[in-house]
Protein backbone atom coordinates (compact mmCIF):
# COMPACT_ATOMS: atom_id res chain seq x y z
CA UNK A 1 0.00 0.00 0.00
CA UNK A 2 1.68 3.60 -0.49
CA UNK A 3 0.37 6.65 1.35
CA UNK A 4 0.46 10.09 0.96
CA UNK A 5 -0.14 12.67 3.69
CA UNK A 6 -1.38 16.03 2.75
CA UNK A 7 -3.40 19.36 4.69
CA UNK A 8 0.05 20.07 6.58
CA UNK A 9 0.55 24.27 6.87
CA UNK A 10 1.20 27.17 9.10
CA UNK A 11 -1.39 27.80 11.71
CA UNK A 12 -1.51 30.23 14.45
CA UNK A 13 -1.55 28.91 18.36
CA UNK A 14 -4.98 27.57 18.99
CA UNK A 15 -5.74 26.94 16.22
CA UNK A 16 -7.13 24.40 13.80
CA UNK A 17 -5.89 21.78 11.64
CA UNK A 18 -6.82 18.70 9.50
CA UNK A 19 -4.61 15.76 7.84
CA UNK A 20 -5.27 13.70 5.80
CA UNK A 21 -3.87 10.91 4.51
CA UNK A 22 -4.82 8.84 1.24
CA UNK A 23 -4.01 5.11 0.73
CA UNK A 24 -3.62 3.64 -2.65
CA UNK A 25 -4.42 -0.51 -3.00
CA UNK A 26 -6.89 -2.70 -1.93
CA UNK A 27 -8.21 -3.82 1.14
CA UNK A 28 -7.22 -0.55 3.20
CA UNK A 29 -10.01 -2.07 5.83
CA UNK A 30 -7.50 -4.82 6.60
CA UNK A 31 -4.88 -2.09 7.74
CA UNK A 32 -4.66 -0.21 11.29
CA UNK A 33 -3.52 3.39 10.79
CA UNK A 34 -1.34 5.74 12.60
CA UNK A 35 -0.26 9.19 12.80
CA UNK A 36 3.45 9.66 13.79
CA UNK A 37 5.43 12.80 14.18
CA UNK A 38 9.03 14.00 13.89
CA UNK A 39 10.95 17.48 14.80
CA UNK A 40 14.46 18.15 13.49
CA UNK A 41 17.04 16.03 15.91
CA UNK A 42 14.44 14.47 17.60
CA UNK A 43 13.14 10.96 17.11
CA UNK A 44 10.02 10.22 15.79
CA UNK A 45 6.97 10.49 17.98
CA UNK A 46 3.38 8.31 18.12
CA UNK A 47 0.64 10.61 18.13
CA UNK A 48 -2.42 8.17 17.74
CA UNK A 49 -3.77 5.39 16.00
CA UNK A 50 -7.08 3.75 14.80
CA UNK A 51 -7.82 0.76 14.50
CA UNK A 52 -9.57 -1.19 11.37
CA UNK A 53 -13.27 -0.38 12.24
CA UNK A 54 -12.70 3.04 13.56
CA UNK A 55 -14.32 2.02 16.68
CA UNK A 56 -10.68 1.89 18.60
CA UNK A 57 -8.38 4.98 18.80
CA UNK A 58 -5.60 5.38 20.71
CA UNK A 59 -3.52 9.25 21.62
CA UNK A 60 -0.29 9.94 23.01
CA UNK A 61 -1.33 12.00 26.41
CA UNK A 62 0.35 15.13 25.08
CA UNK A 63 -2.51 15.09 22.29
CA UNK A 64 -5.36 13.27 23.90
CA UNK A 65 -8.09 15.60 24.62
CA UNK A 66 -7.02 17.94 21.13
CA UNK A 67 -6.37 15.47 18.25
CA UNK A 68 -8.91 13.47 16.54
CA UNK A 69 -8.26 10.49 14.38
CA UNK A 70 -11.10 8.97 11.92
CA UNK A 71 -11.09 6.92 8.71
CA UNK A 72 -13.28 6.95 5.63
CA UNK A 73 -13.00 3.42 4.38
CA UNK A 74 -14.81 3.91 1.67
CA UNK A 75 -12.25 6.60 0.65
CA UNK A 76 -8.99 4.66 1.58
CA UNK A 77 -8.19 7.87 3.87
CA UNK A 78 -7.43 8.55 7.22
CA UNK A 79 -7.89 11.96 9.48
CA UNK A 80 -6.00 13.71 11.96
CA UNK A 81 -8.31 16.87 13.38
CA UNK A 82 -5.80 18.96 15.25
CA UNK A 83 -7.47 21.35 17.30
CA UNK A 84 -6.22 24.09 20.03
CA UNK A 85 -2.66 23.59 18.53
CA UNK A 86 0.30 24.65 20.32
CA UNK A 87 4.11 25.21 19.05
CA UNK A 88 5.35 22.18 20.20
CA UNK A 89 3.18 20.35 17.67
CA UNK A 90 5.27 21.86 15.02
CA UNK A 91 6.37 18.91 13.19
CA UNK A 92 6.53 16.44 9.99
CA UNK A 93 3.52 14.54 10.76
CA UNK A 94 3.80 10.79 8.92
CA UNK A 95 1.09 8.48 8.45
CA UNK A 96 1.75 4.71 8.67
CA UNK A 97 -0.24 1.61 7.89
CA UNK A 98 -0.14 -2.47 9.02
CA UNK A 99 -2.19 -5.04 8.34
CA UNK A 100 -3.80 -5.97 11.58
CA UNK A 101 -5.89 -7.91 13.47
CA UNK A 102 -9.77 -6.41 13.84
CA UNK A 103 -9.35 -4.60 17.30
CA UNK A 104 -5.57 -3.95 17.38
CA UNK A 105 -4.52 0.06 17.72
CA UNK A 106 -0.27 -0.36 17.30
CA UNK A 107 0.98 2.46 19.05
CA UNK A 108 5.15 1.33 18.23
CA UNK A 109 6.61 2.85 15.71
CA UNK A 110 8.24 -0.95 14.45
CA UNK A 111 4.89 -2.61 13.86
CA UNK A 112 4.08 0.06 11.15
CA UNK A 113 5.25 -1.69 7.65
CA UNK A 114 4.65 1.32 5.46
CA UNK A 115 5.00 4.97 5.63
CA UNK A 116 3.52 8.38 3.52
CA UNK A 117 6.29 11.19 2.55
CA UNK A 118 5.16 13.84 5.48
CA UNK A 119 3.51 16.93 5.81
CA UNK A 120 4.81 19.95 7.52
CA UNK A 121 3.08 21.37 10.89
CA UNK A 122 4.10 24.89 11.78
CA UNK A 123 2.37 26.74 14.61
CA UNK A 124 3.30 29.84 15.54
CA UNK A 125 3.14 31.25 19.01
Known amino acids: VQLQAFGGGLVQAGGSLRLSCAAS????????MGWFRQVPGKEREFVGA????????YYADSVKGRFTISRDNDKNTVYLQMDSLKPEDTAVYYC???????????????????WGQGTLVTVSS
Open 96 to 114: AAVRAILSHVPTIEGEYAY
Open 25 to 32: GRMFSYYA
Open 50 to 57: ISRSGRTT
